[in-house]
């Protein structure tokens, strides 16, 4: 209830019914109501609506069930529900309070506590340190979120606040003697049509919990000081809150929630549960979207004081109307640090997914590569970034044996070892696919300006056809001291970094022999100055288009740059192409080449008219092509068995400016240029349309392609 500029108490419960049939007619004239307030939450409360809080509507997925339920948090000591329902018609509904009480074998604590000066309950990585943040984010409390009624069952679920083990119904979570330690996820699959008793044991139940989970809250709003808790940086584990629930026709069941950790940024996630899954058990958490950055935004003076750090609350889970068997569902993340006009914060954003139950689970026993890197860019010192890659032919997803939060990107200078980011468990990276890795600014001092150039990378500016760009899976906040190493671990513990946990290193070779951040002698080193053009140092793509590991760095990094310029070490002709989760899949095996007309499979020489033999070849000059230029024509067929909206070519290997070999006079300088889309004579007769590419821009090109440039079409 709000009056005039200041918040006035709670006033109670309202419910509004609609005639939904009226309302799509657009004849809906009056509303049906109920409306109670607190001050009639007397004894016996149950079958008040006045005590009601939250009450959640049901989505009635069957559409054919004349009952509409709500299903509200009702007593989280003695682990209760409570339901509503309402039957009747839209002008005449009955209002029913509390016609079941749901009970768990355990007891939650309802409110997340706001712990100390935190800002909040859940823990999240610093930016600018490789340790736990001072500033929390708020989860809370157990309210009911959403509902959903289907093939005669009520699912529900929220977000609960634990104590280390499980506390039965009846016993109170909280408090000194027996602190709230973490938050979780807590489902339910309820029979509304049971209308008796006060403790009705649900058709299943269960928790999405991490049972190492540890805020280090001492019950009574503060943060314990001994024990494992010696502090805010002892905080550990994964906490999940704000779940949304969604069922399909098949009885598959997929939620949705935040998952948050003391290294790791706040991200979106899912859990899948398959019908003929064992009862009180859904699959392994993933995270689709890890967060970019430290989420930090609400903090201040007066009103603001008491909802620092309030995550956004939104979260949503629906089935594909199209086939009612997939499913969507849309969650936060906190996304990449930028300039609101008040300085430089982070910001919760939302990210969507698809989810196909029938989809195999990623593999535990995948790989990283480090397959591009640079550690300068023309912005200066903090223009850089790491692209790590799944070679494998299966998607694989992070996990860990030490019960660590993920795996760790980490550098090393020579003498001193630092975390970068941790990607959470549950991430899934695809097969072939790529996560990025990028430096963003941290306050407006650095500036936005002075950090990674590259995030438009490969995003198109027509609204009609926008994709992402190569914006950082997940950000760093400092710079990496040039001709340092990076490598990645299975885990996040630094006391566990080692060759044993070590899975990919690119390091210098100015680093001392036997170094964990480098493999082999060492990449050449690159000048510490700032280059004019834009660099990269990416592993060797030639022969099967995957990167190549050959355990030294010298032997497998290739230097490209787009100005051509002296780095201490002498580039090729090419550019710097970083990928991240949502870029383009390597598909060869499955989107084959072939001839575009089989009965021209020969070199046209200065044509008339363009046709659609394999190669043709003009002499006529052009911008980074004084003798002409070479078309080479291909067709791409799909059997990918899905739609492909667009492709992407990338040049593995050319021979171009200052390439191997370049000036002994046994090569061509040949240059990647944008080709226009042209109508071409087929040998038999006829014409075909043949689609044109584009060099991929940003970074600008003004020598034209080279290595590791990139067209799409």
């Known amino acids: 209830n709000y009056s005039g500029t200041a918040f006035t108490n709670y006033y109670g419960t309202q419910i509004f019914i609609f005639d939904k049939q009226a309302a799509y007619a657009g004849t809906l004239s009056s509303v049906s109501f109920f409306d109670a307030p607190v001050s009639g939450c007397t004894a016996p409360f149950e079958g008040k609506l006045g005590c009601g809080f939250t009450m959640a509507p049901t989505v009635n997925e069957e559409n054919t069930t004349p009952v509409m339920y709500m299903a509200e948090d009702w007593d989280s000591q003695d682990a209760q529900l409570r339901l509503t329902k309402i039957t009747g018609t839209p002008s005449a509904p009955v209002l029913t309070v509390g016609t079941q009480f749901p009970q768990s074998p355990f007891s939650w604590r309802f409110n997340a506590a706001r712990i100390a000066t935190s800002g909040g309950y859940a823990p999240q990585k610093d930016s600018l340190t490789f340790t736990p943040s001072t500033q929390r984010l708020m989860t809370n409390d157990s309210r009911i979120q959403n509902a959903v009624l289907r093939n005669g069952a009520l699912w ?155 995550w956004g609350d939104y979260s949503a889970a629906q089935t594909d109307p199209t086939n009612d068997v997939d499913f969507w569902t849309i969650q936060e993340y906190a996304g990449t640090r930028r300039d609101f006009g008040i300085g430089v914060a982070g910001a919760w954003e939302t ?57 760790a990107l980490a550098t090393n200078n020579g003498t001193t070892t630092a975390g970068i980011i941790v990607i959470p468990n549950g991430t899934v990276i695809p097969a072939n696919g790529r996560l990025l890795v990028t430096d963003s600014a941290e306050n407006s001092a650095v500036g936005l300006a002075a950090t990674y150039s590259l995030s438009g990378y490969a995003g198109k500016t027509n609204p009609a056809t926008l994709v992402r760009g190569a914006d950082g899976d997940i950000n760093w906040s400092f710079d990496i001291a040039d001709d340092s190493g990076v490598a990645i671990f299975r885990t996040a513990n630094v006391a566990n ?130 003798l002409g230029t070479l078309t080479i024509r291909r067709r791409f067929t799909n059997q990918t068995g899905q739609a492909v909206p667009r492709l992407r070519f990338r040049v593995v290997e050319v021979t171009t400016l200052f390439s191997p070999g370049y000036g002994l006079g046994n090569q061509a300088d040949l240059r990647v240029l944008s080709s226009a889309t042209v109508t071409a004579s087929l040998s038999g007769g006829g014409t075909t349309t043949i689609q044109g590419l584009t060099l991929e821009e940003p970074p600008t090109q003004p020598n034209g392609g080279g290595n590791n440039s990139s067209l799409n079409a």
């Open 156 to 310: 529900t679920t929220h977000t609960v606040m634990l104590a280390a083990t499980p506390t039965p119904a009846g016993v109170a979570v909280g408090g000194t003697a027996n602190p709230d330690i973490r938050s979780g996820v807590q489902w339910w699959k309820i029979d509304p049509t049971i209308e008796t008793g006060l403790a009705t044991p649900p058709l299943d139940r269960g928790r999405l919990e991490d049972p190492s989970a540890d805020n280090c809250h001492n019950g009574n709003g503060g943060h314990r000081t001994t024990g494992t808790c010696l502090g805010v940086a002892n905080q550990v584990g994964q906490f999940y809150a704000y779940p949304n629930i969604s069922v399909n026709v098949n009885n598959d069941v997929l939620i949705g929630f935040s998952q948050f950790s003391p290294l790791t940024y706040p991200s979106s996630g899912y859990m899948l549960r398959r019908s003929t899954d064992a009862a009180g058990t859904f699959r392994d958490p993933v995270v689709y979207r890890p967060g970019q950055a430290n989420y930090n935004i609400g903090a201040g003076t007066g009103n603001t004081t008491g909802r620092q750090n309030r």
């Open 351 to 407: 990210y969507w997914a698809q989810v196909r139950p029938s989809t195999a689970a990623p593999s535990n026993a995948g790989t990283l590569k480090i397959s591009e890197f640079r550690l300068r860019g023309p912005q200066g010192a903090r223009d850089e970034y790491v692209e790590l890659s799944n070679p494998g032919a299966t998607p694989i997803v992070v996990n860990t044996t030490d019960n660590s939060e993920g795996w």
């Open 497 to 626: 970094f080692s060759a044993a946990t070590r899975m990919d290193a690119a390091g210098f070779n100015v680093l001392p022999a036997g170094s964990l951040y480098k493999e082999g002698v060492g990449i050449p080193a690159i000048s510490t100055s700032t280059p004019t053009g834009q660099y990269a140092l990416y592993r060797d793509l030639r022969g099967t288009g995957s990167p190549q590991d050959t355990d030294a760095n010298e032997n497998d990094f290739l230097l490209v740059d787009t100005a051509v310029e002296s780095l201490g070490t002498a580039p090729s002709l090419g550019a710097p192409g970083p990928e991240n989760l949502e870029s383009p899949i390597q598909s060869n095996a499955t989107i084959k080449p072939s001839l575009v007309d089989p009965g021209c499979n020969t070199t046209a020489v200065n044509p008339a008219s363009p046709t659609a033999c394999v190669r043709e070849r003009n002499t006529t000059p052009v911008t980074n092509g004084s």
